[in-house]
T-cell receptor
Framework: EAQVTQNPRYLITVTGKKLTVTCSQNMNHEYMSWYRQDPGLGLRQIYYSMNVEVTDKGDVPEGYKVSRKEKRNFPLILESPSPNQTSLYFC?????????????FGDGTRLSIL | AQSVTQLGSHVSVSEGALVLLRCNYSSSVPPYLFWYVQYPNQGLQLLLKYTTGATLVKGINGFEAEFKKSETSFHLTKPSAHMSDAAEYFCAVSDSDSWGKLQFGAGTQVVVTP
């Protein structure tokens, strides 16, 4: 089954404790992206990657890091999480970075930073 | 840069009634437009998309949307609401200048009453 898989689905942690949210897709997609979803703001892009070893900032990259060492994986790293990073996070992928390509989303990761 | 405005953060419709969700966009070049649906505790699923060609686009679950360039709109409709349509709906825009970056609206929560 074609899918984007995120782990963990839920995480409660404390300020300053490094965490990683993994994202993996099995569709051989080139383009992957991370979003955060906050009430009343819709989804905002954090980082995206057009291919292996190619990443770039989205609209809200501060406090986050990403890497793309393999085509299928695109982990999101919070080196020193803070309460304002409490949010619902989504990973997405698409066949290419073409603007007409629909994105496939994971089921989300709900992070609570205390 | 493109942007999206969804009118109404919450919409309540009766079962069997028309569903109308409004989306207006701004883009300096021809846009690519998408509607996504998010059911509780799930990721976003593509409902339909407009890229080029026919301006009336049909999607899954009986939804359709019409691209009106003169009004910069891409409203989503469904003739007869079903209880299973209760979800949050997001309009999104991309264009050839944005290298595939999706800009999302704030979302519209749809409640269906018996």
């Amino acid at each position: 089954e074609a899918q984007v898989t995120q782990n963990p689905r839920y995480l409660i942690t404390v300020t300053g404790k490094k965490l990683t949210v993994t994202c993996s897709q099995n569709m051989n997609h080139e383009y992957m992206s991370w979003y955060r979803q906050d009430p009343g703001l819709g989804l905002r892009q954090i980082y995206y990657s057009m291919n292996v070893e190619v990443t770039d900032k989205g609209d809200v990259p501060e406090g986050y890091k990403v890497s793309r060492k393999e085509k299928r994986n695109f982990p999101l790293i919070l080196e020193s999480p803070s309460p304002n990073q409490t949010s619902l996070y989504f990973c997405a992928s698409s066949l290419s970075q073409g603007p007409n390509q629909p994105q496939h989303f994971g089921d989300g990761t709900r992070l609570s930073i205390l | 840069a493109q942007s999206v405005t969804q009118l109404g953060s919450h919409v309540s419709v009766s079962e069997g009634a028309l569903v109308l969700l409004r989306c207006n966009y701004s883009s300096s070049v021809p846009p690519y437009l998408f509607w996504y649906v998010q059911y509780p505790n799930q990721g976003l699923q593509l409902l339909l998309k407009y890229t080029t060609g026919a301006t009336l686009v049909k999607g899954i679950n009986g939804f359709e949307a019409e691209f009106k360039k003169s009004e910069t709109s891409f409203h989503l409709t469904k003739p007869s609401a079903h209880m299973s349509d209760a979800a949050e709906y997001f309009c999104a825009v991309s264009d050839s200048d944005s290298w595939g970056k999706l800009q999302f609206g704030a979302g519209t929560q749809v409640v269906v009453t018996p």
